[in-house]
Structures are given as structure tokens and as C-alpha cells.
């Protein structure tokens, strides 16, 4: 199961309104846990273990229990309701610049259309840049220049307006 595959249970997960769900497949075990009260969407993402034939003798570990990695996405504040938020697409590195030596793609206060690059976020050597959605004004970035970024982690407030 690759890294796409994952996201698209995820999102699937929080809109089917199901509490929990467990998947395990040879070995890889994915358990995504749902909370209602918050719709807060929680994923546990559980490493592959390396079988101990695969591993030298020397290095075969006296426990062998999985690494465990809890996403909790922040939600907005409730007086940006009014506000767009654009999210992260994939999971990476942030970038405001195309390179060290360019201007930022946007500030706060700027005016964005439909399509404008906003960002660049860097995964696994390449470099994606993240367009604009729709059209407004730039209100908040949410994420610091050269930060990781999870999948649909909230990275810029507009305002449509």
C-alpha cells in the first residue's frame, strides 16, 4: 500500500463517519480513529517490520513492537470561519520561495486568483508547487517557511471577499 493510497482511506475514513478502522495486510497493520465530538480525524500509522530473516542475528531486536505515529490535524480558530483555508496536498517540506535567492510566492495582504502559486512543497527531492484554488486575499500563512508539513495540514487563510 503506498502513500496515496493511505491519504485517500484517510479522507475517506473522516467523511464515512466511522468511528474506527482496521486494516491489516501481510505486514502492515493501519488502524484510523475518528473522533465525533471534535471531527477531529486521528490516523496511526504503523511501520513496517523488517522479518528477522531479513535482519543479521546480531541485529534482531528483543521487542518487536511497532513504531506508532499519531496525526491530530489543528482546526482553524472559530472567528476564521469566514475564511478559506487552503491545506496541504501531501506531506513535505514547506517553501515560500522557489529558491533561497527569489522572492516569497505571497505575503499576508497580498491578492491571490485562481491558479496563482502560493508555495512549494518539497517530497522526496522533488518540488511541487501549490496553487491557489481560489480567488481572495491572503490573510494568515499558518506554516513557517522551511517547516514539515503533514497531508491536509491547514497552510494559508483567505479571505474570498
Sequence with gaps: MDLKEIQNLI????????????????DVKI???TTLETNVTEATYVQQLPTQAALPQAAVPQVTAPTVVSVTPE????????????????????YRKPSPDKPVFTEVGSTVSKGDVLCVIEAMKLFNEIESEVSGKIVKILVDDMSPVEFDQPLFLVDPS
Design 75 to 94: 482546526a482553524p480558530a472559530a472567528n476564521d470561519s469566514k475564511y478559506i483555508t487552503i491545506k496541504s496536498p501531501i506531506i513535505g517540506t514547506f
Design 31 to 33: 488502524t484510523i480513529r
Design 11 to 26: 479522507k475517506f475514513v473522516a467523511n464515512s463517519g466511522v468511528a474506527e478502522v482496521k486494516l491489516e495486510m501481510d
